[in-house]
C-alpha cells in the first residue's frame, strides 16, 4: 500500500549488511522536494555505515515505481533559483547514489517516468518485471531530462537517450529498456523479481566489502563533472519550467 503522507515516506531496514530503502508517495510515488532531500541524506548516511555492503531502492505499492517530479511543487515554482532548487533536488540525489561508497541495486516493479528512470539510470544493478515500462515525457511539457540526461546516456547509451527523449510521448516497454542496458533482467511477476533481487544482494554482500567499494569506484570513473554539470543542467529546467507553455501543459497533465 502506497503512503498516504503528502510529504510522502521512507524507511530502511538493515540486514545480512544490505540496507533495503523504499520510498513512497501517494501520487504514483512521485518526489516532493522535502522526500528527494531525504533519500539523498539517506544515501550520503549509508555510505559512511561500516555495517552494510550493499544498498537496495525500492518504492511502495504494486502500481507506478516512481512518476518523477511533483507536478504540484512544479506549477509553484514562481522563479529561477526557485526552479533551479527544485531541479537541484534531482540533481543532489543522482550525485550521491553515484558518490555513494555501497553498490545499490534497484528493484523496479512497475513504470519509471522522468526522474524515476534517472534514479533506475543512477544505480549500480537494476532488476524489474516485465510491467517496468520506461518514458522520459519532460519535452511534452515543455522542459528536458537535462540533469537525468548524464546517467541515462551512461547506463544506455546517447542513442537510446534520445530515442526516449524525442519520442515524449512514446512508453519504451521492459524488455526494450532490459535490451539497452536499463535493466540487468526483467521477470514476469514481483514474487519473481523479489527473489531475484533477495538472492542477488546476498550474494554481493557476502564477497569482500572492501573489494566492492573499489569496483564501485571503477563503475564511476569519468563523471567526477558531474558535481557541477548536474546543478548546471538544473538551472536549465528551472528556467525552461516558468515558460506559459510549461505550465499550460503541467495543468493539462494533472487534468
Known sequence: MVSENAMGSLFTIIENRIATVTFGHPASNSFPSVL???LTAEFNKLSIENGISVIIIKSEGTAAFCAGASFDELLAVANEAEGTQFFSGFANLINAMRSCSKLIIGRIHG???GGGVGIASAC????????????LSELAIGI???????AVSRKMGKIAMSEMTLAAQDWKSAKWACAKGLYAEVFDTVEELDAAVSNFSLKLSSYNPDALIEMKKVLWEGTQDWETLLVERAAISGKLVLSDFTKEALLQFKK
Open 36 to 38: 528527494l532531500d531525504r
Open 111 to 113: 513504470k519509471a517516468v
Open 144 to 150: 528536458g531530462p537535462f540533469v537525468i540526461e548524464p
Open 124 to 135: 549500480d544493478y537494476t532488476l524489474a518485471t516485465n510491467s517496468a515500462s520506461i518514458k
